[in-house]
């Protein structure tokens, strides 16, 4: 009979568990990285304003009580746009409720926290499956302050592609539970489960990420199913994806069939071009070329660090197969990073011409965000199988010049919070978007200062004071404007045309008319009292949207209870065959 230690029980009933200090650790991470920020001001990268303004146009539509706005208030100066229906919502529902809650910059450093912690905790989920404790907390702080995160944070603000580089890691572990490259007793329901919430999390955070997502995830199920030759793995991987797809289905569907209702195109115009952005490229841009040399440098600093893990892991020969399978792992983890890594460079242009949506991550060195999660999988798998220190060193050697590069060439402006603030308590708004501006329209030439609602001048030949407009009431997506005129004459209300406006007059649809100009909205009205009405009615896009995710919610709850109700069962067996 073997007697404890009553010293090491007590020990272990203190210790916290793995996935707490995980937590704290990737949380301390997190802290260093926006340090920079209470010495030096906000980041104010290339996306700060477009992600900020979103931030506070939602928290100003909360106010009037839209919950899940589709237009905006504030940008184009008042005319809107239907921002909110085309990019995914994640990020702007969590940025608005912090800068409900938090003054100032405080809203954009704990996004800049929440989510780098995200990321390191996940990645250790991911990373636990392959090695031991102290390795895998390692890998995840070493994506959790990976150099494409503080590229993002010092230069980039893209808040909404780090929210959905922060779900990649349980995207692989799902991807890889699916592709049954790991050893699981999981029941396949409850892994397609496991697969489809990220996957659906990334395709509701940021649409450029979603795409690589897509790819890794396909690739991945394509593998698994020449690799076991199986074509039962790929069915199930797209019907992860698909289930997935169906989640996101609210945004997804109105998003995709509402494009041929905006300047979609523009997402594509000169300078976000893949064509002009893989690494290195030069163009007659001097500005794009700064930045890109540095994205450019940041992605080679992560394919090299890569390699080099990936070779100091040693699990790429048949005898170093260990549980869980992880020589099959890895060969998969290398073949992720050697297509990722490739995308980026310019001989892979075919490719980004042929394959669907694939130019819509405009930068090839976004692929990056993959290779670095990939990276850190290596990097613990080298620093489990010999020599922690080293690659610590070798981490930091590689990753300290570039935050230095990062810190050094960021703009860095304390008053950027304020100022944006101060575009919407004065009602000033914020600049529009090319890609989400109404077909017919040009945003660059709408009038910064304009009335709610105004007689055209052409219509205004009768004295001013025989003509009568009030606006009864006034919000984002509902508009009530009472006017009494001497003759039949048209209103200009400061909103532009888009298909999703119901218009009526004394309770009768309209169709509205349009600017000679711009498309701002003009109201033909007869003479004496009327009652014009706008609302921003819900399309059948929307609807069809809307039933397909609560179809998928369904069959997810369904698949989650499906799998418990098999794995108690399995747990019964043994016990009845014991007795």
């Not at 090695?131 to 993002?152: D, K």
């Not at 050094?408 to 100022?419: A, S, V």
């Not at 109700?565 to 019964?572: I, L, P, Q, S, Y």
Request: aromatic share 12%.
């Amino acid at each position: 009979m073997t007697v404890s230690d009553p010293r090491s029980v007590a020990i272990s009933k203190r210790r916290l568990p793995p996935l707490v200090i995980a937590c704290l650790l990737s949380l301390l991470v997190s802290l260093a990285i926006v340090s920079p920020y209470f010495v030096r001001g906000t980041a104010s990268g290339h996306d700060f304003e477009f992600h900020v303004a979103s931030w506070q146009d939602v928290a100003f539509q909360w106010k009037e009580g839209t919950l899940y706005p589709r237009w905006t208030a504030l940008t184009n100066h008042g005319f809107g746009e239907p921002r909110f229906i085309f990019y995914p919502p994640l990020s702007w529902l969590l940025g608005a409720a912090l800068v409900r809650v938090l003054p100032g910059a405080w809203a954009v450093i704990l996004f800049v926290v929440l989510t780098q912690t995200i990321a390191g905790l996940s990645a250790f989920v991911l990373i636990r499956r392959l090695v031991g404790e102290g390795a895998a907390l390692f890998g995840a702080l070493c994506y959790a302050a990976n150099p494409n995160f503080l590229l993002m944070s010092y230069i980039r603000s893209d808040f909404a592609e780090q929210l959905a580089c922060a779900f990649f890691p349980l995207l692989l572990l799902g991807a890889l539970r699916v592709g049954n490259l790991f050893e699981d007793q999981a029941s396949r329901s409850r892994k397609l489960v496991a697969f489809a919430v990220p996957f659906a999390a990334i395709w509701l955070s940021n649409a450029p990420a979603a795409v690589i997502a897509t790819y890794t995830s396909a690739l991945l199920f394509a593998w698994a199913a020449f690799t076991s030759r199986s074509w039962r793995v790929a069915a199930r991987g797209a019907a992860g994806m698909v289930l997935g797809f169906g989640l996101a289905g609210f945004y997804l569907v109105p998003a995709i069939y509402e494009q041929r209702w905006v300047n979609i195109s523009q997402a594509l115009s000169s300078g976000l071009l893949p064509s002009q952005n893989f690494l290195f490229t030069e163009i007659g841009d001097v500005e794009h070329n700064w930045f890109n040399c540095i994205a450019s440098t940041c992605a080679l600093g992560v394919i090299l660090l890569c390699a080099l893990a990936a070779l100091g892991s040693g699990c790429f020969g048949s005898s170093s197969r260990a549980r869980l399978g992880k020589c099959d792992v890895s060969r998969v983890f290398l073949m992720l990073a050697a297509a990722g890594s490739m995308l980026m460079m310019r001989f892979t242009a075919p490719l980004w011409n042929v394959l669907p949506k694939l130019r819509f991550v405009q930068f090839p060195w976004r692929w990056m965000s993959m290779v670095a999660l990939l990276c850190a999988c290596f990097l613990a798998l080298a620093a489990e199988r010999k020599r922690f220190a080293i690659w610590i060193l070798t981490v930091l050697i590689l990753t300290a010049p570039l935050a230095a590069l990062f810190l050094d060439n960021g703009w860095w402006d304390p008053d950027e919070m304020p100022t944006l603030e101060a575009m919407v308590s004065d009602g000033t708004g914020f600049d529009g978007t090319d890609e989400y501006d109404p077909l017919g329209d040009d945003h660059q030439d709408l009038p910064v200062k304009a009335p709610l609602a105004q007689l055209l001048p052409e219509d205004s030949v009768a004295p001013k004071e025989t003509a009568k407009i009030q606006v009864l009431e006034w919000t984002t997506e509902e508009k009530r404007i009472a006017v009494n005129l001497p003759k039949e004459s048209r209103i200009a209300l400061r909103v532009l045309n888009y298909p999703a406006w119901r218009v009526e007059v004394n309770g009768e649809k309209i169709d509205p008319q349009r600017a000679d100009n711009f498309n701002e909205m003009v109201v033909p009205v007869p003479s004496g009292e009327s009652l014009v009405t706008v609302r921003f009615t819900r399309t059948w896009d929307r609807s069809v949207g809307i039933l397909i995710s609560l179809l998928s919610v369904l069959l997810l709850a369904s698949s989650w209870l499906l799998g418990r109700t098999v794995a108690e069962r399995e747990e019964k067996q043994p016990e009845v065959a014991q007795s």
